[in-house]
């Protein structure tokens, strides 16, 4: 692991309010474009043939599932499943699926910033940061 490879996290790993302030500004970001490509890919999978679109399905599942969680957690609704959440978010910190996002928005005719992907994988990993910071003080109010 090099030294640029490590993380510091954008807030203090116990506050709350500027985890879920993360989240917020992620949804309001992301949510128009992320929307469109989940419909853009239902519409692949429908015209394509079944056993091709049984590949795109963990995909879909990986950015619903990070929608709905960022949500829940921009809310400070306790997420129902904070593994799923915590999958999602890493899928997208792999170069393969960040560029079948990149294509599903060229192909949704999105306008976009040349570097927005560079941009979005940085924002993956607070949100990472964020998950991990809400789903630790969650547990902690269960106990």
């Known amino acids: 692991m090099q030294e640029n490879d490590l993380q510091i996290s954008p807030f203090a790993l116990t506050d709350r309010d500027a985890a879920r302030q993360a989240c917020k500004d992620f949804i309001q970001e992301y949510h128009p474009i992320l929307s469109q490509v989940d419909n853009q890919l239902e519409k692949i999978m429908t015209q394509t043939e079944p056993l091709y679109a049984q ?47 990149s294509d599903l928005c060229d192909s949704c005719k999105l306008a976009m910033k040349p570097e927005w992907i560079i941009q979005f994988r940085k924002d993956i990993d607070t949100m990472l940061f964020a998950a991990a910071t809400l789903n630790r003080n969650q547990h902690a109010l269960q106990l």
């Open 55 to 101: 590949a795109y399905k963990p995909w879909l599942k990986g950015l619903r599932d990070m929608c709905a969680g960022i949500f829940l957690m921009s809310k400070g609704i306790p997420l129902p499943d904070p593994a799923a959440l915590v999958d999602a978010l890493k899928m997208f910190c792999f170069d393969s699926t960040l560029k079948l996002l």
